[in-house]
């Protein structure tokens, strides 16, 4: 076996053993990569040609940095991207939210108002995205709400903090 063929089998191997880790079929790896199933199948199986752009379309489908092919391709290993952890979907359990603050910021957004929780949150959009901003944003939401006396929360629940 030649050393391209050795790499090759090796890419094939580690595809499926993150495929598998992700718990994705090949019909997914496909559609995450823009690739169409044949493609990666060739690829898989050693004739398909890996230029620069299937490369990194395989590496994102199945979360590995950049140079991760090379890596296998040279002997090496691939290095998969840092999880992140999922954003919540509004709405969802405020007790689970709230134990992801510590005393001392919760106790900060309990004395915020709504108009000061909307400037924290255009902060931290504009220097960490506006993934994080929505989080924050959900996040102090839900415990502002929590905490606020029965009476009000009516009138806070139908203020807008986003956009």
Do not use: C
């Not at 004739?47 to 620069?52: I, N, P, S, V, Y």
């Amino acid at each position: 076996m030649t050393e391209n063929a050795r790499g090759r089998a090796a890419l094939a191997e580690k595809m499926d053993d993150r495929r598998a880790y992700l718990r994705i079929k090949w019909q997914d790896v496909a559609k995450r990569a823009v690739l169409s199933i044949a493609t990666l199948g060739r690829v898989r199986s050693g004739k398909g040609e890996l230029t620069t752009d299937t490369k990194y379309a395989i590496e994102d489908a199945l979360e590995w940095e950049r140079g991760s092919i090379d890596a296998i391709l040279d002997g090496g290993e691939p290095t998969p991207k840092p999880e992140t952890p999922p954003v919540p979907a509004a709405g969802g359990n405020p007790r689970a939210l709230i134990a992801e603050w510590t005393p001392a910021e919760i106790a900060r957004v309990e004395t915020m108002s709504f108009d000061e929780i909307e400037a924290e949150g255009r902060t931290i959009g504009r220097f960490s995205g506006d993934d994080a901003r929505a989080r924050y944003l959900h996040d102090a939401a839900v415990i502002k709400l929590h905490r606020a006396p029965e009476s009000t929360r009516n009138t806070k629940k139908s203020r807008s903090l986003g956009s």
